[in-house]
């Protein structure tokens, strides 16, 4: 019996789909733990002892929503990078806030433009509220700045997405190539400039934070270099205006009391998160080394990931499959030529050990 | 500088507006904490032992994303309700369902049926998506299915809101009304039927699941009986395809991991949830016998609040501020004639008799 629901044109014509299939649905499906799990970019380097007290404490007053505007957290984001406090979001992980900027500029036919193989969650996004994804191809490996610019253009497109460094390859741009490329892009469009791995970047990647222009959100997240994935806290920069038109449409008691305390005491633990670039730093260079020993080709990285090239599509999917055998959870890029390449996430000293085993007798 | 975003139309019409103040806000206002803190219908009895130790050690793996699929709480509450995996689904609190419920049945212009003064955040998402919201009054403090009927009728209506029991007014319907509302419900019209308060209801407001009938989807909570308002997660059961629609849309990676384990624990703890509603019980009775001790009329309850007639709109709006500057966080229903009342949380025994302290010096 359907009596059928009178869903929204848009959303009828959507296909059921999911932006990733996550490791415990994959370990459902073989019947089994993994034993290396590195192919979520989630941090192998925990979180904060700071901050794993202030959550545990925090538990006691879980009985209270978390305050919806965030104030805590927010103020002490807005004294970090120098802003005001109207001029910062906090949201439930980067990818809540994609969903709602592209709510906020995207219409059934908006032209959108990202990278072909980018982040597949913001593509997710701009389908589901109909927006007609322009995906520019990579080139040499990286975001190609002036075919997006171009492409911008021609279309006229209100937005247009980033990640520095780059997700899944990790590469990315220095400052001023995106600064040159920020002057250049038309009035009216909006770059979501992704930083969920700026941490791990060199200096010379790292954009100064400029408000004055409503051209531009900066995302940023406690996912990744603050180990705190799970629990769902990003923040971004902007104009004022900006800020205040997802206040529009956001979901304003949609963050976990917990995680905005946890992200408070891990944004003052500054030495835990130099720890965790540094280990990170480490752990990517033995990526590399193991690639050269095995004759592989590695991608420079300026992320927790490497991303190594294996040939083609079919050799990376076919190893990806002998990798998941061996209990091993990697991710590899969705299209090519990017698909030639899978992306491990840097595990710990020992985890890296047992994946560069489990790799050697798999190739 | 305002180089103009190209909003969408929709968002571009949007005012500045949230559904709540949060305390939070008002404490920063003031100048100074809340005493007692009984406006947001927050549980006053904190949360099970048994989650409380879960989340604290979940914080160890909080640098791992969560169950995106949320398998094991789904499990665990389509055990609980006698339904199939496919039919529940989790979402960060019945806030954000009820976002995505709007998104897929409404588009500018669509009408919704509601009540003249109940649930906010229902609204706020209707007009988020341009819908056109048919507000209906209730009828003696409750609400009124047969004009709710009517109206979805009438403007053939694609969805239709209604808490049972309601919030603000504690109100509630038996099951058999309801089942007699929903039989007659048009094909084609979904009911959000919202649960968040029904632990706390007699056995004779319970109506009984029955996923065959694609016209419901029922919403619950966890942060109401089980005391976890912040951490944000609540589920729905619905039909299969229902389910399926919102997975078209839903954030999938949007609920906190520490959340999904502490929800798992609560349910469990049928006990501890016993206690709660009992202890509610008893609070209500305190508030009915405390309303009537000053010569007010109070709406009998099936939540963990209870409303108070205290005249009219004038005499609560003041009441309320007088409450605030004694240190007391209540809220009252937005408009009239609800407005005569304020809505008062159950709180633990000593804060039951502060407020009653607290009250009596004010009226």
Known sequence: MNLGLRYTSLVSSLPATTPFVGPEALERERGDAFRLRLGANESAFGISPKAAQ??????????????PEGYDLRRALAKRHGVRLEEVLIGAGIDEMLGNVVRMLVEPGTPVV??????????????GFGG???????????????????????????????????????TWHRADD??????????????????????????????????????????RTFSKAHGMAGARIGYAIADAETIAAIGKIRNHFGINRIAQVGALASLMDEEFVADVVREVGLGRDEYHALAHRLSLDSLPSAANFVAIDVGDGDRARALLARLAKHGVFVRMPGVAPLDRCIRITVGTAPMR???????????
């Open 54 to 67: 202030a959550m545990r404490a925090s538990v006691e007053h879980i009985a209270w929503y978390g305050d």
């Open 114 to 127: 990202s990278s072909l193989g980018a982040y597949p969650t913001f593509n997710y996004h701009v389908a």
């Open 132 to 170: 007609a994804l322009e995906a520019v191809p990579y080139r040499n490996d990286r975001i190609d700045l002036e075919a997006l610019l171009d492409r911008v253009r021609k279309r006229q497109a209100p937005l247009v997405y980033l990640a520095n460094p780059d997700n899944p390859m990790g």
């Open 178 to 219: 995106l600064h040159n490329f920020i002057a250049d892009l038309p009035d009216g469009t909006l770059l979501v400039l992704d930083e969920a791995y700026i941490e791990f970047a060199p200096a010379t990647a790292f954009l100064p934070i400029d408000v004055g222009d409503p051209r531009v959100i900066r995302m």
């Open 353 to 363: 050990a047992l994946f560069a085993e489990i790799l050697e007798e798999v190739l």
